[in-house]
């Protein structure tokens, strides 16, 4: 088949072209990036301008017919023009700034006045991951509302928990979801904090001095930092940083990485448990009536998306190494050796966690639980769990612990060299009940027996957790609760 269209000549990362949402897509966008640069232009153009409509202006030789103008051409970009202006200053920004002056005659003067090449740089970096977390933030408070309400939904359902992934105590279905819900609440703090603890570089000048400014207002201090606060505030930050060399502190990125990171290894363990429970048949990812498991074997339901989310948050984790190293290498005020590896990792971290919640929120609303394979395989493991409490019965009636102990013994080593030796079912019980010793007991085998009486306080530890924990942490969220996946395979 012939291909159309000069996108598949080459590569295209499929963390876009397949997986991730538009928005997220749209954030570390061409568009995104240089409409927010002429922003960032605007708003030093409007601080810095002669105070005629904006009392607050400063003074300089910047007038509101300059600004308007740029605030007319702030979306139409000549994206062709600046590719070829690149191609001659070998410099992003320079580029920017004449292809802006182009269509900006009367403002062209003053456009990036006072300003260096990380006033736009590393100023739109700081809003792209503030605007980042805020779109993972409310898909993150529905992936856990989703598992809040199958917690809830499956609180006092039996099931084998495993230690080694060997069968142990019985938990239920919901206490193993609010393992999960633990370390998404986690995240979903972490998150939080690291996107209010984003601040705005401002404008600091070529080595963080402000020595640019400083000579534009004659030596006025005052002026140099309202002019800080003012660009600031229009950018939406509440703060800005105090000091700063050529750029923001690499640490920032550092720390806005690890918790995407931590995210990760969240979500490759919850996704991996799923998979081992879909081995057991005791719990499944949902299923597509023509979906196909295998080109080769019809009859197969593969966890494709728990496997997806697995795949990408290994790269996400992986991510985390980028930042680290960065910040290493960064001598003095700055080198530039940081740049081309941050266009990759930046979005690619962010794209990447968009899309594991975005699939992990498809796979908690429609996850199937099917009791009678937990049933059965509680039945397999529980006659030998119960032991303890088929001894302790027999004491209350006047057996001796010890010889009762014994006996258990014998039998649960007999059962289990049926189970083990020959492949058939674990029939401690039929040896209990055949056995006249037990005869004080059998009549109450079966309440000794109820899966029920083994969970301890997982069903009120469910409870406490999401009503103390989790619920009140989705409240900020409650109006984007709604948004349901429909995941595009």
């Given at each position: 088949?012939?291909?159309?269209?000069?996108?598949?000549?080459?590569?295209?990362?499929?963390?876009?072209?397949r997986?991730?949402?538009?928005?997220?897509?749209y954030?570390?966008?061409?568009?995104?990036?240089?409409?927010?640069?002429?922003?960032?232009?605007?708003?030093?153009?409007?601080a810095?301008k002669?105070?005629?409509?904006w009392?607050?202006?400063?003074?300089?030789?910047v007038?509101?017919?300059?600004?308007?103008?740029?605030e007319?051409?702030?979306e139409?970009?000549d994206?062709?023009?600046?590719?070829?202006?690149?191609?001659?200053?070998?410099?992003?920004?320079?580029?920017?700034?004449?292809?802006?002056?182009?269509?900006?005659p009367?403002a062209?003067?003053i456009?990036?006045?006072?300003?260096?090449?990380?006033?736009?740089?590393?100023?739109?970096?700081?809003?792209?991951?503030?605007?980042?977390?805020d779109?993972?933030?409310?898909?993150?408070?529905r992936?856990?509302?989703?598992?809040?309400n199958f917690?809830?939904?499956y609180?006092?359902?039996?099931t084998?928990?495993f230690?080694?992934?060997?069968?142990?105590?019985?938990?239920?279905?919901?206490?193993?979801?609010?393992?999960?819900?633990?370390?998404?609440?986690?995240?979903?703090?972490?998150?939080?904090?690291?996107?209010?603890?984003l601040?705005?570089?401002g404008v600091k000048?070529?080595?963080?001095?402000q020595?640019?400014?400083?000579?534009?207002?004659?030596?006025d201090?005052?002026?140099?930092e309202?002019?800080d606060?003012?660009?600031t505030?229009?950018?939406?930050?509440?703060?800005?940083?105090?000091?700063?060399?050529?750029?923001?502190s690499r640490?920032?990125?550092?720390?806005?990485?690890?918790?995407?990171a931590s995210?990760g290894?969240?979500?490759?363990k919850?996704?991996?448990d799923?998979?081992l429970?879909?081995n057991?048949k005791e719990?499944?990812e949902?299923?597509?009536?023509e979906?196909?498991?295998?080109?080769?074997m019809?009859?197969?339901r593969n966890?494709?998306?728990?496997?997806?989310?697995?795949?990408?948050?290994?790269?996400?984790?992986?991510?985390?190494?980028?930042?680290?190293?960065?910040?290493?290498?960064?001598?003095l005020?700055?080198?530039?050796?940081d740049s081309?590896?941050?266009?990759?990792?930046?979005p690619e971290?962010?794209?990447?966690?968009d899309?594991?919640?975005?699939?992990?929120?498809?796979?908690?609303?429609?996850?199937?639980?099917?009791?009678?394979?937990?049933?059965r395989?509680i039945?397999q493991?529980l006659?030998?769990?119960?032991?303890?409490n088929?001894?302790?019965?027999?004491?209350?009636?006047?057996?001796?612990?010890?010889?009762?102990?014994?006996?258990?013994?014998?039998?649960?080593?007999?059962?289990a060299?049926?189970?083990?030796?020959?492949?058939?079912?674990?029939?401690?019980?039929?040896r209990?009940?055949?056995?006249?010793?037990?005869?004080?007991?059998l009549?109450?085998?079966?309440n000794?027996?109820?899966p029920?009486?083994f969970?301890?306080?997982?069903p009120q530890?469910?409870?406490?957790?999401l009503?103390?924990?989790?619920?009140p942490?989705?409240?900020?969220?409650?109006?984007?609760?709604?948004?349901?996946?429909?995941?595009?395979?």
């Open positions: 088949m012939e291909e159309s269209g000069e996108e598949f000549n080459k590569y295209r990362s499929p963390l876009v072209s997986y991730a949402s538009k928005e997220m897509a954030n570390f966008s061409d568009r995104k990036k240089f409409t927010t640069w002429r922003k960032l232009w605007i708003y030093l153009a409007k810095e002669i105070p005629e409509k009392a607050r202006a400063l003074g300089l030789p007038t509101e017919a300059q600004v308007a103008e740029m007319s051409h702030a139409d970009i994206f062709a023009m600046a590719a070829e202006e690149e191609r001659k200053l070998r410099h992003d920004v320079m580029a920017h700034v004449h292809t802006f002056a182009h269509c900006c009367l062209a003067s456009i990036h006045l006072g300003a260096t090449s990380c006033y736009v740089g590393d100023n739109t970096d700081l809003i792209m991951l503030r605007d980042g977390f779109i993972l933030l409310p898909k993150l408070a992936v856990i509302d989703r598992l809040a917690a809830e939904k609180a006092d359902l039996p084998l928990g230690t080694h992934y060997q069968p142990a105590q019985l938990t239920t279905v919901g206490k193993r979801a609010c393992l999960w819900l633990q370390d998404l609440v986690m995240d979903m703090r972490n998150l939080q904090r690291a996107r209010d603890d601040r705005f570089r000048g070529t080595t963080g001095t020595a640019s400014f400083l000579q534009l207002f004659q030596g201090h005052e002026k140099v309202e002019l606060r003012m660009v505030e229009m950018a939406g930050f509440k703060k800005a940083y105090l000091v700063t060399g050529q750029t923001y640490k920032v990125d550092i720390d806005s990485l690890s918790h995407l995210m290894a969240t979500i490759h919850i996704c991996t799923i998979r429970l879909a057991l719990i499944e949902p299923f597509e009536k979906q196909i498991g295998s080109s080769a019809p009859y197969k966890p494709m998306r728990c496997e997806r989310c697995c795949s990408l948050a290994r790269h996400l984790i992986a991510l985390l190494a980028d930042p680290l190293q960065t910040a290493s290498v960064q001598w005020e700055r080198t530039l050796d081309a590896n941050r266009r990759i990792s930046l971290s962010f794209l990447t966690a899309i594991i919640l975005s699939t992990l929120q498809n796979v908690a609303e429609g996850l199937v639980v099917y009791p009678k394979v937990i049933e395989h039945r493991e006659p030998f769990m119960a032991t303890e088929i001894i302790m019965s027999m004491v209350k009636t006047g057996g001796n612990r010890q010889d009762c102990h014994e006996k258990i013994r014998v039998l649960s080593q007999q059962a060299a049926v189970v083990k030796q020959e492949g058939g079912d674990n029939d401690l019980l039929s209990v009940q055949a056995d006249s010793y037990f005869a004080p007991i009549g109450h085998l079966d000794i027996l109820d029920k009486t969970v301890g306080r997982a530890q469910v409870a406490r957790f009503s103390e924990e989790v619920r942490l989705l409240e900020p969220y409650k109006a984007k609760m709604d948004v349901k996946i429909e995941l595009e395979l």
